[in-house]
């Protein structure tokens, strides 16, 4: 396992979505020279050390994470938080030690950004003193295996989080999905005072980096100043949020037409738990709600045509495993079939949330997910390969770059990719009949069907590090947490909960990747990069039709591409990595507001007359 290389590599005990560990220095490689000014040429050696001495500490602390989140113990928790410590005292010590460079002149452009990756990439830095990685380890730890560990009910029985979530997908009883919604929130109360004082501990950590906050040290890892990245994220919010509105619109009034004004008011927000899903994230799985007659029946829905043919677990990792070997990857190796954690073990507790390993950084690639036979687990098993494919493509790096391009990257690859699973390609795969094809009469239901995942998503994936970023710079604090938290909620979202709320509470707990320190920007940018990505891959293709008909499936040519910029890993600014895919250096909002700009034609039709909005 590596100390932290980047916001995605995550620490020890902190596995994440791609679960990687942090860059390791030993005392002595971090210690500065005993004589003289620094010279490029120790800064080099420098570097080389820490690679070296990095990839050995790796595979280590990569296997007691796994064990930790695929067996939830005492035992396994003490081990995590054990060598999650010893990780981060190595990475905060080499961090300080590549700061000794700053001012050195000639070093190498790789030297260079080497020494940046390690400066910047703590996801959860310690601040110097006895125990203090320790305690914050220790914390780290507890709030992951308590989400892990986590339960909520419905009518009065005690659920799993995972069962939880996928019933929030198919109730449609308010009473229900408030009893679902509320319990599942509970979870994250007892975290709150750990996490006021991790909150603490970390940014006291950032600050003896040089940052003047934690967030400020999340931010610092996209090729541009803090300060730059916030406004990026501003930037390219603006340029969906009309898409998100006119949606917003449309859900309300559907939601208002089957439940009543009572449920759901005509005007205003929407309740948070009629979404289907525990987060009102991502609408898919409400897509029979708003569903238009004709135009909206789609014809065929994933989730039943998965169950008619029997599809198993294994069976949908295998089939996404087909469309990347059908773009000329090599298939997955014996050991991710052996080792991989694809369904929930019936007798002991895991972390269910999915994510994507790769434990030696060469060949040991897993997933670890509860899988689900539905249409949504369909689409995360190709997120995750997705990860796999990726950590697999720049394994020849240097142990520094072993990462993506930025974050954004690495959660959009697998996203992309799905966004090919056209009913032409379920064709191609058996699973629909080619009678079934939706004609180009059924277009509008296809893409609001997408358009309630990907475009639904924008506002929360923006909004979970807002209130992060609130609470790391002490504009939001532990006094309001809460009220922050719901008041981001309806002003990005527009969203309300089913209940009332208090500073008892701490809903942004019941969020894996709050409790797992995950930061969550990547997956905003991911929403927009994987619209970048598939229009350049249809490109590629010759597809020349609507762009949502396109499928990449088979295509060597953009597999080719593809692997190109995956294999450059974190080795050149993100806007190079880009450039080598799409032809373009620019993070942008064009590619999803071309593939859905039907859709908003005719929402803004459909809406006409309703008051849209909800302040
Ligand atoms: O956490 C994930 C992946 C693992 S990286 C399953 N996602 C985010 C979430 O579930 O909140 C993918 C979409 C957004
Ligand atoms: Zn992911």
């Not at 308010?174 to 005072?193: C, D, F, I, N």
């Not at 969906?240 to 449920?263: I, M, Q, S, W």
């Not at 240097?398 to 391009?405: G, H, I, M, V």
């Not at 309300?496 to 797992?516: I, L, N, Y």
């Amino acid at each position: 396992m590596r100390l932290i290389v980047s916001t995605l590599a995550l620490g020890v005990a902190l596995a994440g979505c791609t679960a990687k560990d942090e860059p390791v220095a030993s005392a002595s490689a971090a210690a500065p020279a005993a004589q003289g000014p620094a010279t490029a040429a120790e800064a080099d050696a420098f570097v080389a050390a820490a690679e070296k001495e990095g990839m050995e500490f790796g595979e280590y602390g990569a296997r007691i994470a796994w064990v930790n989140s695929t067996y939830i113990t005492d035992d396994t928790d003490w081990l995590a938080a054990k060598v999650g410590a010893e990780g981060t005292e190595l990475a905060v010590k080499y961090a300080k030690g590549a700061a000794r460079f700053d001012k050195v002149a000639g070093l190498s452009f790789d030297t260079k950004r080497k020494l940046d990756i390690l400066k910047q990439g703590i996801v959860l830095p310690a601040p110097a003193g006895e125990g203090a990685a320790q305690e914050l380890s220790t914390i780290a730890t507890r709030l992951q295996s308590t989400y892990g560990k986590g339960r909520g009910t419905l009518n009065g029985n005690p659920m799993s989080g995972n069962d939880l979530e996928a019933l929030m997908g198919t109730s449609r009883n308010p009473a229900e999905l408030k009893e679902m919604w509320t319990s599942w929130h509970a979870v994250g109360k007892p975290m709150r005072q750990d996490y006021v004082r991790m909150v603490e501990i970390a940014n006291q950590g950032a600050k003896e980096l040089g940052f003047s906050d934690l967030g400020a040290m999340w931010r610092s890892n996209y090729d541009m100043s803090p300060e730059e990245f916030a406004a990026l994220t501003d930037k390219l919010w603006g340029e969906v949020k009309p898409l998100y509105d006119e949606l917003h619109c449309f859900t309300r009034g559907k939601l208002n037409a089957k439940y009543g004004a009572v449920v759901q008011p005509k005007t205003g927000p929407i309740r948070a738990d009629l979404l289907g899903n525990m987060w009102a994230q991502e609408w898919g799985s409400i897509y029979d709600v708003v569903a238009p007659k004709g135009a909206g029946d789609v014809g065929y829905d994933l989730t039943a045509l998965l169950e008619a043919k029997k599809y198993t677990p294994l069976k949908i990792v295998q089939t996404g495993e087909g469309f990347f070997s059908s773009l000329g990857f090599a298939p997955l190796p014996k050991t991710f079939w052996d080792r991989s954690m694809i369904t929930k073990p019936a007798d002991r507790e895991v972390v269910c949330h999915a994510s994507a390993w790769d434990v030696d950084n060469k060949e040991d690639l897993r997933i670890k997910m509860c899988t689900k036979v539905n249409g949504n687990d369909f689409v995360t098993v190709h997120h995750e390969l997705g990860h796999n494919y990726y950590q697999r493509a720049y394994n020849q790096q240097p142990y520094l770059y072993l990462n993506s391009a930025n974050d954004g990257f690495h959660e959009a690859i697998g996203d992309m990719v799905a966004l090919s699973v056209t009913p032409e390609y379920l064709v191609q795969i058996g699973l629909l009949n080619k009678n079934q094809v939706p004609d180009a009469s059924k277009d509008t239901g296809l893409l609001l069907r997408q358009a309630m995942d990907k475009v639904a998503f924008l506002p929360f994936g923006l909004l979970v590090d807002r209130w992060r970023w609130g609470v790391f710079n002490g504009e939001i604090t532990p006094a309001n947490y809460n009220q922050a938290w719901t008041d981001l909620r309806l002003q990005y979202q527009g969203i309300t909960p089913p209940v009332a709320r208090s500073e008892a509470d701490f809903d942004p707990g019941a969020k894996f990747h709050v409790p797992g320190n995950t930061p969550y920007t990547r997956y905003f940018l991911a929403r927009l990069l994987q619209f970048q990505f598939y229009e350049a891959a249809c490109k590629q293709a010759g597809w020349t039709g609507p762009l949502h008909r396109c499928s990449f499936y088979g295509n060597k040519e953009v597999g080719q591409k593809l692997n190109a910029m995956l294999a450059m890993g974190a080795s050149k600014p993100w806007p190079d990595a880009l450039e080598a895919f799409t032809g373009t250096r620019e993070m942008s909002g064009k590619s999803m507001i071309a593939y859905f700009q039907p859709l908003m034609t005719w929402l803004k039709e459909q809406n006409k007359g309703q008051q849209c909005g909800w302040q």
